[in-house]
């Protein structure tokens, strides 16, 4: 049975960890400074709030999506509001890393506060973690002080604005660390792109399009065992296109092959790659070629 411990609340996730925040939206816990373990009758933790954790201890196993995933000493990860997580630990798990928990209330008026979907990675599951070297997570924790350092002052019109601009920083160099990233894991993410590349090609082949409709980037995306967000972005990095562009060029590059094909017509064909309307094949064919269907095959 599913017992849920809902973190509407800064306060919340604080006083599940035996600790009180020294701001109601906004919290930096030190989990080798909470000496009690938290209350593990709860099996779901279900966010309203954005937490960035900075694991620094092995043994620690998340459970997401059916999967257990540990995390590396220096690993990262990012919940938002609407998420959910199960946690199992080690029962000789000692936690150590900190957690920066911060209600969206807080970024009201703010820039953050607009930019903030430019921060994929709160999208991302728990297994895309952010993994740090030993720099990276110095200057991770180097901003974590900065903003621990503004929450135990006595808060004035300045708190607000340099709390929120040390979380903005945080984000940003945590953008570039993922972008690091995809770099520096280039082998495991050919090997997404290549499995990508085979079930683009089977599924537009095959009777798939019919039975299910055109190529969808969150299909791919669960084929891989990846979120949309992460594969999304994994894709643009690689290829320099979005995934729905790279989706829609290799489309174009079989229909092409099937226009040359005399026994179908437009119809047929745009029906055999997931279209429910022709003239919506034949639309995109003509943006992508410069030619419609029709004139493309007469040019053979």
Known sequence: M??????????????????????????????????????????RLRFDCYAVFLKMAQNC????????????????VFMEPGQEV?????PDYVPKGYALIFHPDLL?????????NEYNFFSYSVKEALHLSERERGLILSVLDKIQYELEQNMDKHSK????????????????????????????HQSSLSKFDSLLRDYLTSE????YGLPSVGYFADQLHLSSNYFGDLVKKETGK???????????DVAKSKVFDPNKSVSEIAYELGFKYPQ????????????SPKEFRSLN
């Open 2 to 43: 599913e017992n849920i411990l809902e973190i509407k609340t800064v306060a919340d996730y604080f006083k599940w960890r035996s600790a009180k925040p020294d701001h109601p939206l906004v919290g930096i816990l030190d989990y080798e400074k909470t000496a009690s373990q938290p209350d593990y009758s709860f099996n």
């Open 242 to 252: 979005s995934a729905q562009e790279y989706i829609r060029a290799k489309m174009i």
């Open 108 to 116: 009201l008026g703010s820039e953050l506060g607009r930019k903030m």
């Open 280 to 291: 919506h094949f034949s639309r995109l064919f003509k943006q992508q070629v410069g030619y």
């Open 86 to 90: 199960e946690l199992t630990y080690d």
């Open 208 to 211: 798939k399009p019919q039975k």
């Open 161 to 188: 604005k340099l709390i929120v601009s040390n979380i903005e920083l945080l984000l940003d160099y945590c953008l570039r660390f993922y972008d690091r990233q995809f770099l520096t894991r280039e082998v495991p």
């Open 61 to 76: 196993k998340i459970k997401y999506g059916g999967g257990q995933y540990d995390f590396d000493e220096g690993s990262m």
